[in-house]
């Protein structure tokens, strides 16, 4: 027999993991209620991004540093009062992400304005306005103008025109027209072009969700994620036993909470690729609770006789290098997008690493003491009668 | 084990040639600079030998640049329109029946229709027997008064029609600006997802926004001569008149077609044809235009379909048709459209024809204009683009139905109708779109993103690469091998199935081969543990496999679940992600349990063998 190991990681570790699971688990729950609460709107909230938020995003990169203060407070003088100014990527790039809650750049006021000056001159019919789809307004009317005469009103209240559409009507043989006025876009980027001209601001990115949209992406991004977790630990009862399920349920509840709380207490962007990380490491971070469950069963098996608390200890143990090493190499593989990473893959990179430790922590700590702990509540509930018996084989357990 | 060795090595090394080849036309792709790579300098670069060249990568829009926007059809809206229209059917009806009513309009936000009347049993009984397939009189109208409601079924058609008709209305739109490869999906909840890579323009995107279709009719010319000089200007079309050969000449040709007069006999009628909207635009724009006189004239484009002999689907082109300059009517006065059966003709039984109705000022316009052209053609002129020119084979007023050619195939009869009815109903029903989504991306950016991507990737691969060979040392270099067999394999399969690839997809094929090195790293601790046992190298090689094969099958089937359920859920460059995720997991599957398999026993075949592992 001839083979030499590099070990880093010892083999044959003695950890006792069972022993400190009560520590574990009181410091988990603390984790968990403390990102939860966070999350909540009433206390902090997540920074959900323009997917899920609905507005206008615009990531606008200068040609030399800006105060990222400075530039809030230019857009909050054009009138976005929740606008939110933050650096993006690397320092060296200059780049920021402008995001602002609203779609339509009129305000109600601006809506009002236009209305009543083209009522004052033209027989209007009817009139619609949705902020949620942008600086459009409709209009019908009992004899229409022309599309020159209308633009000339509306830029007469104040609002600059886009473009003035004559459209068919509702019904048959009527006309309607859409007034079509400066966008939020165009606005920002002149006013920001002319304040730091010297800085030569570029837009090279806009997006633009309506808030009904964004509310749909959020709710359907927590749906999947529930999906995901539900059919996993279908798969994982279907190949191990239903009794390792509420393990692998509470581990990966775990996990994706604590990736959750990256995205909270580092204030950085919840948006559409936040849900696939998350996704992600409640799908990759089963791997390590399967891997140590297949040992458990192997172990219990092997071992017969020996309790349920020392099998669990051996598992871990048995497969303590794997469980570090396969981690530790796909965390690995993140070093790349870690150092170079643009904007949305650094979040990335860094939340499904946070994911991967967390998927580690909780495979050791959380996943496999909850068997014994599960096993522990069936035999007490079964030798009721025999309290001495279960007291025994509790002690046996945490040992 | 159960097959000799030189088998499964050679199959690996088939999977490796196969990938390699399957990348060529991708390597071609992004050799090319960003601006030719959708032209036909791409079609002209990739060699003969090579896999068919549509398989290449695609960058996504967060990677190309370019215009990705949602649109929200106001399905609530074209409802309101068909039931005010219905309503005023209802009073035309009425009135041409003798039933005596006094009031026909719309209640409950247009969702409904009430009927006044002295007396209601002869209203309902009238409306009923002409409506009863689509609607229903509910209980609970005021004293005099009769409600009627549609049927959830045919209001959930509506709703289906309208954005079907949105579709094809930013479709042509679309179509008229030439991009290269847009992607129009339909989705649910009455969006559609529109994606225009390279597009720089948002402006002109949104002329697809809130403009409704803009429907004419108009006559085709087919008596006069003037664009015979085009024989001479530019080349002939190839192929002979039984069918055309296809791909047409780059730039588009000249042919000719064999065209009914309504004097009786015959004509053969010159037009234009190319494979793209913007060639044939660009032939119509430079040869046709100068010899028209554009107030007698007007150049009309259409879309063609070739079928093949046996019926399949063969090819399409684009083709000019040469109308009268004005515009004889508009969709304004065309109050609904559906597709109907013929049953009249004992030989086509059961063959499918679009019927319209007029509104009644639109009915007498119809008549007038079908009575004078009478056996000529007449161009359906959908945004700028003829979607049918049938014949004109009777007199229409307000009723009026379109005969689609004879065929055999029903099915494809049907779906013809339904887009000619659709094609009518635009102009008749508008369905309004509204952006609900819009996300640009600046042409700078995406290069940029593409080139820190890859870098990030590449740093990733090396330290993965690096670390299994300073730890497990031979048999890191197995794991290596297979690991880079398993981006390659990655690479083609997404290359093959022309799946795009996204900034967070990037990062997902980083973490693939993370995971992939996981399987690997399992496999090893596992040769460890069995050698440690006591094992003869052979012996734990063959065991670790076989002992660790469940574990990577559960490893990976638990990440695909979560690959396939994001599939779902994500659009876009998030979709991106989980394609390349769920290719990943697949391949890293291959390369961890066949290909490091393999490449061990082969190692480690003699039962002397050594290993450092």
């Known amino acids: ?160 025109v886009r473009d003035v559409r004559e459209e068919a009507g509702l019904t048959a043989g009527t006309k309607s027209f859409a007034v079509i006025t400066q966008g939020i876009q165009d606005k920002i980027e002149r006013d920001l072009a002319a304040r730091f001209a010297d800085a030569k601001p570029e837009v090279r990115r806009v997006e633009y969700v309506g808030p009904a949209v964004g509310r749909e992406l959020r709710n359907q991004g927590f749906k999947a994620i529930l999906y995901a977790m539900a059919l996993i630990v279908v798969y994982v009862g279907l190949r191990f036993d239903f009794k390792f399920s509420p393990g692998v349920i509470i581990a990966l509840v775990h996990d994706a909470v604590v990736t959750l709380g990256f995205f909270a207490f580092s204030g950085r962007e919840f948006n559409l690729t936040s849900i696939a990380v998350i996704l992600t490491v409640v799908g990759y971070s089963v791997n390590d609770t399967v891997v140590v469950y297949d040992r458990i069963r192997e172990d219990q098996a092997k071992y017969k006789g020996r309790s349920l608390g020392e099998i669990v200890n051996l598992a871990i143990n048995e497969v303590f290098g794997r469980t570090l090493l396969t981690s530790f190499a796909t965390a690995l593989s993140l070093v790349g997008l870690l150092v170079y990473g643009v904007g949305t893959i650094f979040d990335f990179a860094f939340a499904m690493l946070v994911g991967i430790i967390s998927g580690t922590y909780s495979t050791w700590f959380i996943a496999a003491p909850m068997t014994i702990w599960l096993e522990e509540r069936a035999a007490r509930k079964k030798a009721g009668a025999a309290p001495a018996a279960a007291q025994a084989a509790a002690a046996r357990a945490s040992k | 084990m159960e097959r000799p060795w030189y088998w499964r090595v050679g199959l690996i090394v088939a999977v490796a040639i196969l990938s390699l080849y399957q990348l060529v036309p991708s390597w071609f792709y992004f050799k090319l600079p960003p601006d030719q790579r959708n032209g036909e300098a791409y079609d002209k670069s990739v060699p003969r030998w090579a896999p068919d060249a549509r398989q290449h990568l695609n960058l996504g829009l967060d990677l190309q640049g370019g215009i990705h926007l949602a649109m929200g059809v106001d399905v609530e809206r074209a409802v309101k329109a068909k039931v005010a229209r219905r309503a005023d059917e209802i009073a035309d009806y009425l009135r041409s029946k003798d039933v005596p009513f006094t009031e026909a309009r719309t209640v409950d936000a247009g969702r409904r229709i009430v009927v006044k009347g002295p007396a209601l049993d002869p209203i309902r009984k009238t409306v009923l027997d002409a409506y009863e397939h689509e609607m229903f009189s509910p209980g609970g109208a005021p004293d005099g008064a009769l409600l009627f409601a549609f049927k959830d079924q045919v209001l959930r058609e509506f709703q289906g029609k309208a954005v079907e008709q949105a579709e094809k209305a930013i479709r042509n739109r679309v179509d008229k600006w030439g991009v290269s490869e847009p992607d129009i999906k339909r989705k649910a909840n009455a969006q559609i997802q529109i994606q225009l890579p390279g597009f720089k323009d948002p402006e002109k995107a949104k002329e697809l926004l809130g403009r409704t279709a803009q429907l004419e009719f108009k006559i085709t010319d087919d008596e006069s001569a003037v664009l015979e000089p085009l024989r001479a200007a530019a080349p002939q079309c190839p192929g002979s008149r039984a069918g055309m050969q296809f791909p047409l000449p780059a730039g588009g040709c000249w042919t ?217 040392r031979a048999s890191g270099l197995i794991a290596d091998v297979a690991l880079v067999l398993n981006g390659l394999l990655v690479l083609a399969i997404m290359s093959m199935i022309g799946s795009t690839l996204t900034l967070p997809g990037i990062a997902g094929f980083v973490l693939t081969l993370g995971m992939a090195v996981d399987a690997n790293v399992l496999i090893n601790e596992r040769i460890r543990e069995e050698l440690r046992a006591g094992r003869t190298v052979r012996q734990a090689v063959q065991q670790g496999y076989d002992r660790v094969f ?64």
Request: charged content about 20%; overall charge neutral.
């Open chain 1, 1 to 160: 027999m001839q083979f030499k190991t590099f070990d880093i990681i010892p083999h044959g570790t003695k950890i006792d993991f069972v022993g400190k699971r009560h520590i574990a688990v009181v410091l988990s729950i603390l984790v968990n209620l403390a990102v939860i609460a966070w999350s909540l709107p009433l206390v902090h909230g997540l920074n959900f991004g323009v997917d899920f938020a609905g507005g206008t995003e615009m990531e606008v990169r200068f040609g030399k540093s800006v105060d990222a203060g400075t530039i809030r407070k230019a857009v909050e003088e054009l009138g976005f009062k929740d606008a939110s100014v933050q650096t993006y990527g690397p320092e060296a790039e200059h780049s920021y992400l402008v995001r602002v809650g609203r779609i339509a750049l009129m305000s109600p006021e601006d809506v009002k304005r236009v209305e009543e000056a083209v009522r004052a001159r033209f027989p209007v019919e009817n009139m619609s306005f949705n902020a949620e789809s942008g600086d459009k307004i409709d209009f019908q009317f009992k004899t229409p103008p022309t599309t020159e005469a209308l633009r000339g009103v509306v830029e007469g209240a104040g609002v600059k």
């Open chain 2, 256 to 472: 000719i077609e064999t065209i009914e007069l309504p004097s009786g006999g015959s004509h053969p009628v010159t037009f234009l044809a190319a494979n793209t909207r913007t060639e044939l635009d660009k032939l119509v724009q430079d040869k046709a235009a100068p010899v028209l006189d554009a107030t007698k004239n007007a150049i009309g484009i259409g879309e063609a379909t070739v079928h093949g002999e046996q019926g399949g689907f063969q090819g399409r082109y684009y083709r000019s048709y040469l109308l009268r300059a004005k515009t004889e009517l508009t969709g304004d006065y065309i109050a609904d459209a559906g597709v109907g059966v013929d049953n009249s003709d004992p030989l086509q039984q059961g063959r499918p024809v679009v019927t319209f109705k007029m509104t009644p000022q639109g009915a007498g316009l119809m008549e007038k204009l079908t009575t004078d052209n009478l056996g000529r053609r007449m161009a359906t002129v959908l945004d700028d683009k003829v979607e049918t020119a049938p014949y004109i084979k009777g007199r229409i007023s307000s009723n009026g139905q379109i005969t689609l050619g004879s065929g055999t195939n029903r099915q494809k009869q049907f779906e013809e109708a339904n887009d000619i009815a659709l094609v009518l109903k635009a102009g008749a029903l508008p369905a309004p779109v509204t952006i609900s989504e819009e996300r640009t991306v600046g042409a700078t950016l995406g290069p940029e993103l593409v080139k820190k991507g890859t870098v990030a990737a590449l740093w990733g691969l090396l330290a993965v690469l690096a670390f299994m060979v300073l730890y497990y």
């Open chain 2, 550 to 613: 469940w574990t990577i099958v559960d490893a990976h089937v638990t990440t695909l679940v979560a690959g396939v359920v994001l599939m779902q859920y994500g659009s876009g460059p998030v979709r991106g992600f989980a394609v390349t995720l769920i290719v990943g997991l697949v391949a890293s599957m291959f390369t961890s349990i066949v290909v490091t398999r393999a490449i061990m026993e082969y190692f480690t075949r003699h039962d002397t063998a050594r290993l450092s592992v």
